[in-house]
């Protein structure tokens, strides 16, 4: 039972467009998420967090949006740039415990 | 100076044979982890220390066991390898609440 899922496997945007990255999770309990990014033979590097007592959290070209009763973030890059080819991963927990969730993630490539 | 460091990087071996992979942080935190990222790309947390103290072991065969010998390092045995095993393993930390994790660099394990 998959509880964060990434239902895009892949996106592309041409450079200087915005690249929307979305997930979903159906733990309710679920109240701090984060996206990472991953290049290949990497391990992910954290990009940005969110708390469920916001609905928006920004942190330069990067922005993530939490709907809590849709049960649904997304990650916002603008304008997208190459570097930002990678593969995302969307994380969920529940405050108070250590174990993060993760996503299958999203293949993102921008066109130059 | 790398954060979080995993040996070896790529690792082949036959079925049945037992294999160590190291992991050891230098960001002074208490927490850390091991995650199995399958050949589907799900990332599934496996274990988690924190200061020496197993606190997360989720359901993985006997076969893996992990060993935090002091709260800077976690390494991962494997007895009897399987095919199944072969997957890339990330070693991660965390100073622990909603913080996100440091990753390593994965190790690429086959068997054969």
């Known amino acids: 039972d998959q509880q964060v899922k990434q239902n895009s496997p892949s996106l592309s945007v041409q450079e200087g467009r915005i690249s929307i990255l979305n997930c979903d999770y159906t733990n309710s309990m679920f109240d701090y998420f984060l996206w990472y990014k991953k290049y290949p033979a990497e391990g992910p590097t954290f990009l940005i967090s969110i708390s469920s007592i916001k609905d928006k959290n920004e942190d330069g070209r990067f922005t993530v949006f939490l709907n809590k009763s849709a049960k649904h973030l997304s990650l916002h890059i603008v304008p997208s740039q190459p570097g930002d080819s990678a593969v995302y991963f969307c994380?969920?927990?529940?405050?108070?415990?250590?174990?993060?969730?993760f996503g299958t993630g999203t293949r993102l490539k921008v066109l130059a | 100076d790398t954060a979080v460091s995993q040996t070896p990087k790529y690792l082949v071996t036959q079925m049945g044979n037992d294999k160590s992979i190291k992991c050891e942080q230098n960001?002074?935190?208490?927490?850390m982890y091991w995650y199995k990222q399958d050949s589907k790309k799900f990332l599934k947390i496996m274990f988690s220390?924190?200061?020496?103290?197993?606190?997360i072991n989720e359901t993985v065969p006997n076969r893996f066991s992990p060993k935090s010998p002091d709260k800077a390092h976690l390494n991962l045995h494997i007895n009897s390898l399987e095919l199944g095993d072969s997957a890339v393993y990330f070693c991660?930390?965390?100073?622990?609440?909603?913080?996100?994790?440091?990753f390593g660099s994965g190790t690429r394990l086959t068997v054969v």
């Open positions: 220390y924190n200061n020496k103290e197993l606190i």
């Open positions: 991660a930390s965390s100073p622990g609440g909603d913080r996100g994790y440091t």
């Open positions: 994380a969920a927990k529940t405050s108070g415990t250590y174990k993060y969730i």
């Open positions: 960001l002074g935190h208490d927490t």
